[in-house]
């Protein structure tokens, strides 16, 4: 069974369609960066998964249960993650206190409590973990995003979907969060990713998906589409 499904999925905005037909499926604990050229629907497609924008037609499955009618919290309760481009982390409280939240908001279905919780996720970003008492809004970008994506994970949802997460960053932060996204991978969470940065993005997904104008024009192994000189250079400008 597929931890994320998307089945012939047709949506956009007020009655004019953005994505056309678009299907894919990560196997449960598998991992798929979606890159594309800008205006190719891969924010369509990411609000599409979480909830914020209803399909036309098509339907959203996690773990083959259909949740295409479901609301964002909703869809959290049921185990989907989700890390926003912005406005990911309350500023104004500690890291700590932002963990808390995530975990009251959504309590594990596990059953598992605060404090396993917090030693789980930091034991994923032990960058994060001599910065507890401070305030989020005073973390380096990159930690901010470290922090988004831990308060995702405490909920320990099956599926993580992660909006752009090199967005902002410099290089050598955002070399530090990807490696902190393949030991999410490796931990067994299903990923789900849309990235401008394609050669991070390809870098610690198993399988990449190509999204141009709307429609799937490539599902392959992530390294394969790495090397694809062609691939790259006709719609992924060589990024
Ligand atoms: N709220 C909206 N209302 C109307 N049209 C929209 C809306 N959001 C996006 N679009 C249009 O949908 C198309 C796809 O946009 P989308 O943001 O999904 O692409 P993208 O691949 O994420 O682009 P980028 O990489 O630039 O973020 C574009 O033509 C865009 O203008």
């Known amino acids: 069974m597929s931890g994320l499904e998307l089945e012939n999925v047709i949506a956009g905005y ?11 499926a990560i196997p449960a604990r598998g991992s798929l960066t979606v890159v594309g050229p800008n205006g190719s629907g891969k924010s369509t497609l990411m609000k599409t998964v979480v909830g914020l924008l209803r399909p036309d037609k ?11 009618r479901l609301d964002p919290p909703e869809r959290a309760r049921r185990g989907l993650g989700y890390v926003p481009q912005e406005a990911n982390v309350f500023r104004s409280m500690t890291v700590l206190e932002n963990l808390k939240v995530a975990f009251e908001f959504t309590p594990p279905r596990s059953g598992a409590g ?30 901010r995003q470290m922090l988004a994506m831990a308060a995702a994970l405490m909920p320990e949802p099956t599926v993580l979907a992660l ?4 967005a902002g960053l410099s290089p ?7 490696a902190a996204i393949a030991r999410i991978a490796a931990a067994g969470v299903t990923l789900l990713m849309i990235e401008q940065n394609t050669r991070l993005g ?11 104008a709307g429609q799937v024009k490539a599902e392959a192994p992530a390294e394969a589409l790495l090397s694809d000189t062609l691939m790259q250079s006709l719609y992924l400008g060589g990024r």
């Open 172 to 178: 050598k932060n955002a070399e530090l969060l990807f």
């Open 202 to 212: 390809l870098s610690v997904a198993a399988r990449g998906l190509v999204l141009v």
């Open 163 to 166: 909006d752009e997460p090199s």
């Open 114 to 143: 605060l404090a396993a919780r917090i030693d789980g996720v930091l034991e994923l970003f032990p960058e994060i973990r001599p910065k507890l008492k401070t305030a989020a809004g005073h973390l380096s970008g990159g930690q």
């Open 14 to 24: 007020r009655g004019r369609p953005v994505l056309h037909d678009v299907s894919l």
């Open 58 to 68: 098509g339907r959203v499955l996690l773990e083959g249960e259909d949740i295409t």
